[in-house]
T-cell receptor, first 111, second 114 residues
Framework: DQQVKQNSPSLSVQEGRISILNCDYT??????FLWYKKYPAEGPTFLIS?????DKNEDGRFTVFLNKSAKHLSLHIVPSQPGDSAVYFC??????????FGAGTILRVKS | EAGVTQSPTHLIKTRGQQATLRCSPI?????VYWYQQALGLGLQFLLW???????NRGNFPPRFSGRQFPNYSSELNVNALELEDSALYLC?????????????FGEGSWLTVV
């Protein structure tokens, strides 16, 4: 039962352009969403989060958008840099429950 | 401040043996989570402990078990190891169970079963 889906296994973007990573979820009880970045052989690193009471959260080059009616969130990285190349995981949780992850999207930023 | 620490970094075991992985959460964090990332797969939820109790477990066989100690550190035990148990095992911690609490990951323990 995949409650969190990242339908794009990979994404390739030119340096300096915008990277948009998408995530869909099915459980309307989720109230907190997070994005993690993971390099090979390392643990995931927290990037940015958003509560279900908001529709946008920004942190530097990273912005997360939440569309609750569509059960969709996205991560925008502007401008993209080669060091952003990694696997990006979308995750969601509801109060008192475990974090559920998507399968991840490999982002490649070409210089 | 120290992050989530895991040991050992690498572990090689043979089929049928037992493996024990350890995790120390960020100071002040009471919740500890274990995830498995097998080669080419996403993060699969294994176990979640909070305040010393198991709160939830993922769809893994009983061979996978763990515990949380009074100091909130945790152990993951895998009995009767099988080849497909070879994976990166990630521990994470958070401040309690409130949804708004971000969870932070350790660097992981690589388990190789031969």
């Amino acid at each position: 039962d995949q409650q969190v889906k990242q339908n794009s296994p990979s994404l390739s973007v030119q340096e300096g352009r915008i990277s948009i990573l998408n995530c869909d979820y099915t459980n309307s009880m989720f109230d907190y969403f997070l994005w993690y970045k993971k390099y090979p052989a390392e643990g995931p690193t927290f990037l940015i989060s958003i509560s279900s009471i908001k529709d946008k959260n920004e942190d530097g080059r990273f912005t997360v958008f939440l569309n609750k009616s569509a059960k969709h969130l996205s991560l925008h990285i502007v401008p993209s840099q080669p060091g952003d190349s990694a696997v990006y995981f979308c995750a969601a949780r509801r109060y008192g429950n475990k974090l559920v992850f998507g399968a991840g999207t490999i982002l490649r930023v070409k210089s | 401040e120290a992050g989530v620490t895991q040991s050992p970094t690498h572990l090689i075991k043979t089929r049928g043996q037992q493996a024990t992985l350890r995790c120390s959460p960020i100071s002040g964090h009471t919740s500890v989570y274990w995830y498995q990332q097998a080669l080419g797969l996403g993060l699969q939820f294994l176990l979640w402990y909070d305040e010393g109790e198991e709160r939830n477990r993922g769809n893994f066989p009983p061979r996978f078990s763990g515990r949380q100690f009074p100091n909130y550190s945790s152990e993951l035990n895998v009995n009767a190891l099988e080849l497909e148990d070879s994976a990166l095992y990630l521990c994470a911690s958070s401040l309690g169970t409130v949804s708004g609490n971000t969870i932070y990951f350790g660097e992981g323990s690589w388990l190789t079963v031969v």
